[in-house]
């Protein structure tokens, strides 16, 4: 599904996070990674794209200003999991599920469709043997993926996930953006996950989006954005871009060029 931005700007009272960024992505089935340093604004550029921010320009959704929708349509055209995950401890794993299941439906009346459709996203996750363990009994890493199974629950047309391999081992990271990618060719979604391992991204992603200082710095395919000028430039680091026999390039840092200019200085 489409998603255009057109002059998104962004602040925490005086303190500007996104100064004018211009969108236009129509890629279903396809995984966009955004990418960036720490502080150049990603999570506050997934809220906007979710509604949940207001900032100046307008975001839209296929045909919908995202502004304009209520709560129930936003769910049901864009699912969003956060960094910080919410406080639902009270719930099992099958009862999280569920209500994100619903919210998405009119009324709160549970039938048999209901139960096969969060039993399937609970199986796919890998959660099934867990779905009556309430949350608090999980570790992080496996609160992260009952997280993904309430944002996939609802079927938006768009999935927005920030940091979602935050807490998972190397497997699991790679299970779930096996996962994720999957789905989106399976449901024609647009996904959008912010992340920070450059490597990790380069090797799911069709295309990259980096923010730099609140604004857009370079899009394109992994193979175009990851280069060692746009390291030194972005993240200030110097670094390899080697490419493996799929052309999918690796990250490999030297050094940090901040620590080493303090250093000769």
């Given at each position: 599904m489409r998603i255009r931005v057109e002059d998104l700007c962004f602040?925490?009272?005086?303190?500007?996070v996104l100064g004018g960024i211009h969108l236009d992505e129509d890629s279903p089935g396809k995984l966009t990674a955004l990418i960036g340093p720490?502080?150049?604004?990603?999570?506050?550029f997934l809220r906007c794209l979710a509604g949940l921010l207001r900032g100046r320009g307008t975001v839209h959704v296929g045909e919908h200003a995202v502004a304009s929708l209520r709560a129930g349509e936003r769910t049901k055209l864009v699912g969003y999991l956060p960094q910080d995950l919410p406080n639902t401890a009270a719930l099992t794993v099958f009862e999280?599920?569920?209500v994100a299941h619903r919210q998405a439906r009119p009324g709160w009346r549970v039938d048999?469709?209901?139960v096969a459709a969060v039993s399937a996203v609970l199986e796919r996750l890998g959660l099934g043997d867990l779905a009556a363990r309430h949350l608090c009994e999980l570790s992080g890493g496996q609160r992260q993926l009952v997280a993904v199974g309430q944002a996939l629950a609802a079927e938006p047309r768009v999935l927005l996930l920030d940091e979602p391999t935050s807490s998972l081992d190397l497997r699991h990271q790679l299970d779930l953006l096996t996962l994720v990618s999957d789905l989106a060719v399976e449901r024609q979604m647009t996904v959008v996950l912010a992340v920070h391992d450059l490597n990790l991204a380069a090797r799911f992603a069709h295309r990259m989006l980096v923010l730099h200082a609140g604004r857009i710095a370079a899009r394109g395919t992994p193979a175009e954005v990851l280069t060692p000028r746009l390291l030194r430039e972005v993240y200030r680091v110097e670094a390899r871009v080697l490419h493996d026999e799929d052309g999918v390039p690796l990250v490999v840092p030297l050094c940090?060029?901040?620590r080493e200019e303090e250093y000769i200085g």
């Open positions: 602040s925490y009272g005086h303190h500007h720490n502080a150049a604004g990603k999570s506050t999280a599920v569920l048999d469709a209901d940090s060029l901040d």
